[in-house]
């Protein structure tokens, strides 16, 4: 049965976007970048530990609680610990370096890898995907292990923080291929947010792009990235979900990128970028 184009709506974001789109597709890993001035004065050791690329705040402060870093010999006892750097800090005994300029990689996360360090169950990971020679990454935000696409990793943890969370405001595109009966009427009410089984999901701008019987392609606009948000949602709708792709993460896209490719964003790039986000 031939595809069956579905006349489209004009859309409306949920949410602001933002305005610097990078040119062209991402350069290969280069060399380290020069990011927006740090701050000066005495900081969080949290804040300048995940600025390092150590791990996010969150983990950073379940380390600290797990007497895993010390100052001069002595395991501290509070992320609030303000200092001006990281001198005499260790993890697990081992020094931190200081931290270098900000940077922003995208990865094309193929289906079937987890994202995550490792895996209890032997499953493989981002980290068995990616290439040698890279500088310590952390993944902005996660995608399921059977979702493919776009994944932002970063050597700056203030940087991850920041993309991550919901305020901001950063839109995450998608695009499903989904099994079932859906109107694009049922579609336009998710720009009111879903709550399922008492749980609520926000504003999404979801679209139907084209249908084959009774397998069709709907492309999704949202803001959360809550766990299986996408995958919930669609399946609250009586759709199932067999094939998910995340195409955008703010200006930065997929285009360009096989599975298990990775590209650096450029310098101005990410410069312009981060002077958007709130």
Not at 36 to 50: N, S
Not at 115 to 131: C, E, Q, S
Not at 190 to 213: H, K, M, P, Q
Not at 250 to 272: C, N, S, Y
Request: some cysteine; aromatic content about 6%.
């Amino acid at each position: 049965m031939k595809d069956r184009p579905i006349s489209q709506r004009t859309k409306r974001a949920p949410v602001p976007r933002g305005r610097t789109r990078p040119g062209g597709p991402p350069q290969k890993p280069r060399g380290p970048k020069p990011g927006p001035a740090r701050e000066e004065g005495p900081q969080r050791i949290a804040k300048l530990l995940a600025r390092a690329g150590i791990a996010s705040r969150r983990d950073i402060e379940r380390m600290i609680a797990e007497g895993r870093i010390a100052l001069n010999g002595e395991k501290l006892t509070t992320p609030a610990t303000l200092l001006e750097n990281l001198n005499g800090v260790t993890v697990d005994g081992q020094p931190v370096k200081p931290a270098g300029a900000a940077r922003l990689f995208l990865f094309y996360k193929p289906a079937g890898a987890l994202t995550a360090a490792r895996d209890p169950k032997g499953r493989p990971t981002i980290y068995d995907k990616l290439p040698p020679n890279l500088p310590r990454l952390m993944p902005v935000g996660r995608l399921d292990y059977m979702t493919e696409g776009l994944l932002l990793l970063t050597n700056d943890g203030e940087l991850k923080r920041q993309l991550e969370l919901p305020k901001t405001g950063v839109v995450r595109r998608y695009r499903a291929r989904a099994f079932g009966d859906v109107t694009q009427a049922q579609l336009e009410e998710l720009a009111e947010g879903v709550t399922i089984d008492g749980f609520r999901y926000g504003s999404i701008d979801a679209n139907l792009e084209r249908r084959t019987g009774r397998n069709c392609w709907i492309e999704l606009a949202l803001t959360e990235g809550k766990n299986r948000e996408v995958r919930n949602v669609l399946a609250h709708l009586g759709l199932q979900v067999s094939r998910l792709i995340r195409t955008h993460y703010g200006p930065f896209t997929v285009e360009g990128l096989a599975p298990g490719d990775i590209g650096e964003v450029q310098r101005e790039t990410l410069f312009q970028f981060r002077r958007t986000l709130k």
